[in-house]
């Protein structure tokens, strides 16, 4: 009966509210947290930006780019190990999370929210994409990951006999990554508002760096979650979101495709709503934040598990709890 209890009292719960007071404590932490002698890793799968000087942490993606500049001779060496093990982990911080990781604990990905939730408040309107941009738009976080995994390479080994690329490149994402820039200014370090002039290379590499801040800024405050779309850390999360402990599953016999769900969705999902054969829902845009769960009204049409237990499912009297009685609460609008 206790059991039963815990788990309506879930059900019918705020989760967004919750994710809110997370997300604040995990800017804290990831921005401020050195300061406070806490160390996490460097192989996160987020952006806790190494050039954050209060970072307890580092974004997986730096330390691979560093690990890859080097020659195919190296790579095919003890040194391939080393890359393997930074790999593994990686997958093991990622493990617990899945894509929660962007929804919950990513800076740059509350910040995003921060951004919407000021936009709202000055009362602008947000942006959708259309159904084909939004396809086409799902290209480019894969092109970014695979480019930042072959220009490291590139700089010390020859393709098809194509001349190597500037060592000025060396860690490609991270210096066009907004988080380089802009996490820093929340420390007063505006050390990285700067164009280098060492050479050509790190002139362009580093002016296009500025340029992405800038568009991250007017993206995000147009669009929810804008430079989510463009990050090759979600596309890399998403090649291993089967594997994840925590899960979003849906039962499409339950389902009566209301919209609900696609609609209160940050990143405007319609296969949330329109797919009812798969099982995992998690798509390569999802960050896992569980809007949809409080926007469904049918009893158990989506899930979010932790394995197999079920930890927080949709129902009737849990949307209404949510949408109905709270005047404040932002319900799936058409």
């Given at each position: 009966m206790q059991k039963f209890k815990i788990k309506k009292y879930i059900d019918n719960s705020n989760v967004s509210r919750f994710r809110f007071?997370?997300?604040l404590l995990s800017f804290f932490i990831f921005v401020y947290g050195g300061y406070f002698f806490i160390e996490i890793g460097s192989r996160l799968p987020m952006f806790?930006?190494?050039?954050?000087?209060?970072?307890?942490?580092?974004?997986?993606l730096i330390g691979v780019q560093h690990e890859l500049n080097t020659t195919w001779s190296s790579i095919f060496s003890p040194r391939g190990i080393s890359i393997?093990?930074?790999?593994?982990?990686?997958?093991?911080?990622?493990?617990?999370?899945?894509k929660a990781w962007c929804g919950y604990v990513c800076p740059l990905g509350t910040l995003q929210d921060w951004i919407t939730r000021l936009r709202k408040s000055l009362g602008f309107s947000f942006v959708r994409y259309g159904e084909v941009r939004f396809k086409k738009l799902k290209?480019?976080?894969y092109l970014i990951l695979f480019l930042l995994i072959l220009i490291p390479l590139a700089i010390n080994n020859s393709f098809f006999g194509a001349p190597k690329l500037p060592h000025g490149m060396h860690t490609p994402f991270c210096?066009?990554?907004?988080?380089?820039?802009?996490?820093?200014?929340?420390?007063?370090?505006?050390?990285?508002?700067?164009?280098?002039?060492?050479?050509?290379?790190?002139?362009?590499?580093?002016?296009?760096?500025?340029?992405?801040?800038?568009?991250?800024?007017?993206?995000?405050?147009?669009?929810?979650?804008f430079f989510c779309f463009f990050c090759p850390m979600s596309a890399l999360q998403f090649l291993f979101s089967k594997i994840g402990f925590l899960r979003l599953i849906k039962d499409g016999d339950k389902c009566t495709r209301c919209g609900n769900c696609s609609r209160v969705c940050d990143v405007g999902i319609t296969a949330i709503a329109d797919d009812i054969l798969s099982k995992n829902i998690v798509k390569d845009d999802c960050m896992m934040c569980f809007k949809c769960v409080e926007a469904c009204p049918e009893e158990g049409a989506l899930k979010v598990k932790v394995v197999?237990?079920?930890?927080?499912?949709?129902?009737?009297?849990?949307?209404?709890?949510?949408?109905?009685?709270?005047?404040?609460y932002e319900g799936p609008k058409k």
């Open positions: 007071w997370i997300q806790s930006c190494p050039y954050v000087q209060g970072s307890p942490g580092g974004c997986y393997l093990k930074s790999l593994g982990i990686f997958l093991i911080f990622f493990l617990f999370l899945n290209v480019i976080k210096q066009i990554c907004p988080a380089r820039i802009i996490l820093p200014l929340f420390n007063g370090d505006t050390s990285q508002i700067f164009v280098d002039f060492t050479d050509r290379s790190t002139i362009i590499m580093t002016s296009l760096g500025l340029i992405v801040a800038a568009i991250f800024f007017v993206g995000s405050f147009v669009k929810k979650r197999s237990f079920d930890l927080f499912s949709a129902t009737e009297e849990g949307f209404f709890k949510r949408y109905g009685q709270d005047k404040d």
